[in-house]
Structures are given as C-alpha cells and as structure tokens.
C-alpha cells in the first residue's frame, strides 16, 4: 500500500477573476520508504505539492490518501492529528524558537501531542543521532546554520513520523554541509526506514535521491528512478529534441489524466 496516494490532486489560487493552478491534476503514488526528490522552477507548485502531501493545505479538487486513508473532508482537528502522527516538516528557515535550547526545540512538538515519560531521553538520543549530543544545552543563535539544520530534524523525528517532508532544507547551506546533511537524511531513510520526500532545485541534491518528480506549471512532466536512462535528463529539466516545457507539461497532465481513468 502507498503511504501517500494522489489522485488528481489539484490547487487553485483565485485573483479576482483570473485564476492560478498552483497544482494542475496531479496523480502521485509515494511506497513507504521511498527517497525522492520534487524539483522545478520557481512558481512551478512543488512547495504547494508538498504543503498539499503534509495536509497544511487542503487541495481544490482531487483525491489524497494517506496509508490507504482519504484525508479529504478530514476536520482540521484529525488533519493535525495525521501531521502530530504521521508526517515530520523540515523547512528551509529552521523555524527554531529562538529562546529555546536545542533539546527544547526537539521537545517542543511533544507538547502538542501525545506525551512520553521518556520524551527527555528521546529527543537526546535524536541529538545524538544528529551528531548534536554536546550542542543540546546550546540556542539556535550559538549553532551554525548546519547545527540547526541537524536540530530541525531531531524535531520532525521526535513524534516517530512515517514519513519526512523537507522543502529546500539545504537552502541555506554551504555544499560541504549540504552534503553532510543529505547524508544524514539518507542514513535516516536506510537505517529506520523513514520515507522522504525533498523539494529542491539543486540538481546535487536531487541527483542524491532515488527518485526525482519534476513539475512545470503545477503539472508533473517527469517522474524518474535514479537507475533509468532518463533520470539525468529529469534532474537538469531537459525534454526530448529540446521541445519548450509548457508542451510537455500538457502532455504530462494529458498523460495523468489518462491514468486515472
């Protein structure tokens, strides 16, 4: 069974009366343990997608299911049950408290859910994990941007997610430390069987995972396995006889469509 399932999933934007698809009738099936990369340009819906796959939005149209469970109609009381459960967000700014240490960040999402009598000793142990153990009394303005980083990720793990959503979480990095942490999130993903599912336009990073889905104007135009001969041509955005985009992404919504039926 697919830990994410969407099925013509859709996002618009109304501006008075013109209209924007965000998300144009996506279908996208996520295993469980996968690692995957959503690329494309700026504008092109990924981080829309991946707000809409953490259920921080809710889509327009279209289906969503998450372990074989719709999620449409869901109250905003069970969505943030799913998101406390389910999903742990990992986002290009950190988001730390700033007045909190380290271990108090990584607590901090235990204080709106389910509380653990052994929550102190976990979120030390994903410290550890992290190669934080000896920062864990330190606050957000003592850690370089790789150390917060490395604490935002103790944070989305300390519930136990299924499955991690990063949007750009090496934006501000330098490529050493960019490289630390994706190795990182791929010990995560080998080690405890952790899906991700990472946004990034850095074809480095992408070309680190094992999947890359690319989007043009909120539509999916290639969906490619690292072992494929056209995964490289995902990553840099190249279309076959160097056809323009905006066809392929109707061919690809063309396609989705189709698949559905």
């Not at 490289?232 to 066809?247: F, I, K, Q, T, Y």
């Amino acid at each position: 069974m697919p830990i994410l399932e969407a099925r013509r999933l859709t996002k618009v934007y109304r501006r008075g009366a013109s209209e924007v698809r965000a998300v144009d009738g996506i279908t996208l099936s996520v295993e469980p343990g996968e690692f995957m990369a959503i690329m494309g340009r700026s504008g092109s819906g990924k981080t829309t997608l991946l707000d809409l796959l953490g259920c921080l939005l809710r889509p327009t149209d279209g289906e969503l299911e998450i372990d074989g469970r719709s999620v449409i109609g869901a109250s905003d009381g069970e969505l943030a049950s799913i998101r406390r459960e389910r999903i742990g967000f990992v986002f290009q700014e950190f988001n730390l408290i700033p007045s909190l240490t380290a271990i108090e960040n990584v607590l901090l999402p235990l204080r709106y859910g389910r509380r653990r009598r052994d929550a102190k000793r976990r979120a030390t142990q994903l410290l550890e994990l992290v190669g934080l153990a000896s920062r864990a009394s330190h606050r957000p303005t003592e850690l370089s941007g790789g150390e917060q980083q490395r604490v935002a990720i103790a944070r989305a793990l300390v519930n136990e997610p299924a499955v991690i959503l990063a949007d750009e979480p090496t934006g501000e990095l330098d490529s050493t430390t960019s490289d630390t942490l994706m190795g990182t999130l791929r010990d995560l993903n080998r080690e405890r069987g952790v899906t991700m599912i990472i946004v990034t336009h850095d074809d480095a990073i992408a070309g680190a995972t094992d999947r890359v889905v690319r989007l043009t104007d909120g539509r999916v135009v290639a969906d490619e396995a690292s072992g494929s001969r056209a995964f490289r041509r995902a990553l840099s955005g190249e279309r076959p006889n160097g056809r323009d985009g905006r066809v392929w992404a109707r061919l690809g919504g063309l396609l989705e469509r189709a698949r559905s039926r």
